[in-house]
């Protein structure tokens, strides 16, 4: 006789909102507890880019650099369904169709193509603005009011695709931990 084991259910989780609301701090913390996580596809393109040289950068070529974010997320998609189990990530395809129709900018057909393709949880992670912890850097160049319009642009659009926005308590790391965890029935 051979033993049944439970297999673990796949979840693709994100966590989206304000830039500078502590999404990737709060990414980190969930992963030091053994939790699979994607790093913000907008961040590594940025990187890359300062890095290479590159000018897809959202304050240079901001169509490329939509571009290149939809490929990532494409590929983080799919690497998190292939691997199974429950994985975090930080912002999605969805962040890209909001910042292509708060731009007024047509929807590539591959990105089209990916939001009927790609699923996400109902349940997403909201990171509400939050001015004291907001902060430009090297990768983060926009101000506090993009950033809110940013915000406000994704709620309509998690909304609009039938997802639930649970927005996370302005409270320290351990606790906005401990709200994920609760959400996500780990607690």
Partial sequence: MTA????????????????????????????????????????????????SGGDALPWQVPERFAERVTDLAI?????????????LFDRSLIDAEAWYRRTDRP??????????????DRVVFMAPPWP???ATDAERRHGFDEAVAEYDA????????????LLLPRA?????VAFVLAGLGIA
């Fill in 4 to 51: 049944v084991h439970a297999i673990a259910p796949t979840r693709l989780v994100v966590l989206s909102g304000c830039s500078g609301g502590g999404k990737s701090t709060l990414l980190a913390a969930l992963a030091e507890r053994g939790i699979a996580t994607a790093e913000e596809p907008g961040r590594r393109v940025v990187r890359e880019a300062l890095a």
């Fill in 75 to 87: 590929a983080d998609h799919d690497a998190a369904l292939a691997q199974g189990g429950l994985t």
């Fill in 107 to 120: 929807l590539p057909d591959a990105l089209v193509t990916a939001l009927a393709r790609c699923r996400y």
């Fill in 132 to 134: 004291e912890l907001f």
């Fill in 154 to 165: 994704l709620l309509e659009a998690y909304a609009a695709r039938g997802h639930e926005c």
């Fill in 172 to 176: 320290s790391v351990d606790e906005r």
